[in-house]
């Protein structure tokens, strides 16, 4: 029996905005996405790594009270949410990549640490750390 994280969940403020961000400008692929009611179950994986799904969710009941979503949203917004890292194999190229399709970066490709990294945030506000894969 095989177990382990299967899905780790980001807000967004919008599952239309957030599914085409991800997929149309990062290169995410869809691998659910089913609505029960009003809660739609949307999630994406990075191609190579279908075993790990990142979920998509609206900030909404049953899970919270609608005050509740509507902090969230603005605090997410903000980016108070810890910053989720995406590995690339050659930092600067991928920054290339993402800025051609339209990803606004917070922070250019910059070498330290012994490896090169850089930032954007995603329409809702999500931090993301670019960082090279070390040798």
Known sequence: MSQGIGVAGIYVRDQDEALNFYVNKLGFTVHTDASNGGYRWLTVHYP????????LFRPQPPTVDQATARTIDDVVAKGAMPPLVLVVD???AA???????GVEF?????????????????????GWKLIEARP
């Open 48 to 55: 190579g790594q279908p075993g790990i799904q990142l979920g």
């Open 90 to 92: 050659d930092c600067r």
């Open 95 to 101: 920054h290339e990549r993402f800025s051609a399709a």
């Open 106 to 126: 917070t922070q250019a490709p910059i070498e330290r640490f012994g490896s090169v990294d850089a930032s954007f945030r995603d329409p809702s506000g999500n």
